[in-house]
């Protein structure tokens, strides 16, 4: 997981869940965007670099 995200997850801004658990229906996909949508926004941490290129 990059860095950046990281941070967010652990501060409890950004919502992290697998690929399976997303997909397994419908209902929990809908769960997932509108727990996402509810964060407040004032969690969000940017306070590492931007990566200038991938890799």
């Not at 964060?39 to 941490?45: A, F, P, W, Y």
């Amino acid at each position: 997981m990059p860095d950046r995200l990281a941070d967010n997850v652990n501060l409890g801004y950004a919502v992290y869940g697998t690929w399976a658990q997303i997909t397994a229906n419908a209902a929990a996909c809908q769960y997932m965007i509108e727990a996402a949508n509810a964060r407040d926004k004032q969690l969000i941490v940017n306070t590492r670099p931007l990566k200038q290129r991938n890799g």
